[in-house]
């Protein structure tokens, strides 16, 4: 009686908000999230030491990738040779009435592979007199390779975000930080509640349930500093003296971003020089490699606006 208790109790925890969530339909912001993050973010067997491979890359693109003709500024998300497809391209019912359609219509998502590779965008569109947002396949209908993309966006304007979340989740993050606002005094200083249809898809939603430090929903809007990222997860104390939170400095890894080895016994030295008065500034945080896992983590955290 108790396995049956707790089967009903988890399907209803579960599996049943997902027909609301489908019956709901998606938002711009939940393709958005869909096509950043991936695959699921937390463990699967194609990522099993959570390190963010297999993940889609994010880019901002200011030029055709075919022509080199400047352009519109578009965020599109390429999905290299075997990355893992979100479950909005792999099952489009996932994506609700009327996106679900465009995206196979006109957006072409079943003629995306991931032995191939692909790159979408997250696009508008009209269906029985509605509007709604749809994943267009960019590969299929513009001859969009993941690899001219990311040439033509260069690594500047590339986002590893996907990888981001799964560090996030990994390191966890979400024990004390939120990504859930309530409708509440909340939103005055951490942002707009998400809507239901913001989640259409993405797993895990990393909601967190225990806050002991801020709401990070809209984070990258109330600060896009990298330097400022950099100072707090290298350590927080840097920027707020009584800061419970842990230090992530291991996230550079061995060396720095001009492959120098860092210190970090030297560099803690130093800070308890600073934090004891014996030095006037604090030590400088070494700048990261662009394959570390803490540029990962700080393109997850400004992603979330």
């Known amino acids: ?54 993940k889609p890359l994010k880019v901002l ?28 391209i792999l099952h489009p019912k996932v994506l609700g009435a009327g996106s679900d359609v465009l995206s196979v219509e006109q957006g072409k998502i079943n003629e995306a592979s991931e032995a191939q ?22 590969t299929a209908t513009r001859g969009w390779t993941a690899d001219a993309v990311l040439h033509a966006a260069g690594d500047a304007n590339t986002s590893h ?16 930080h939120t990504l859930l606002p309530e409708q509440t005094q909340d ?25 002991k430090a801020p709401d990070l929903l809209h984070v990258g809007s109330r600060n896009s500093s990298k330097e400022w990222m950099m100072m707090h997860f290298f350590n927080p104390r ?22 120098n080895k860092i210190d970090y016994a030297a560099w803690r030295k130093e800070f308890v020089q600073y934090r004891n008065g014996e030095r006037i500034t604090p030590p400088e945080v070494p700048n990261y490699r662009s394959d570390s896992e803490i540029r990962y983590l700080i393109d997850f955290v400004l992603n979330l606006k």
């Open 1 to 54: 009686m108790f396995g049956a208790a707790l089967s009903m109790s988890m399907f209803i925890t579960l599996v049943m908000p997902s027909f609301n969530i489908f019956s709901v339909g998606s938002t711009a912001l939940a393709l958005d999230k869909q096509l950043t993050y991936g695959f699921n973010s937390g463990w699967n067997p194609d990522d099993m030491f959570l390190s963010g491979a297999n």
């Open 117 to 138: 590779g692909a790159v979408f965008l997250v696009r508008h569109g009209e269906h029985e007199g509605a509007s709604y947002p749809y994943i267009e396949n960019a």
């Open 238 to 259: 840097l920027v707020q003296p009584h800061s419970i939170m842990p230090r992530f400095d291991y996230l550079w890894g061995k060396t720095d971003a001009d492959g």
């Open 61 to 88: 693109l200011k030029q055709d990738p075919q022509t080199g003709a400047a352009t519109e500024p578009v965020h599109a998300y390429v999905f290299p040779v075997n990355a893992r497809f979100p479950s909005g």
């Open 187 to 211: 939103f005055q200083y951490f942002g707009a509640p998400p809507y239901l249809g913001d989640f259409n898809g993405e797993s895990p939603t990393a909601f967190g349930s225990d806050r």
């Open 161 to 176: 975000a996907g990888a981001g979340k799964t560090i996030f989740v990994r390191e966890g993050c979400w024990w004390c």
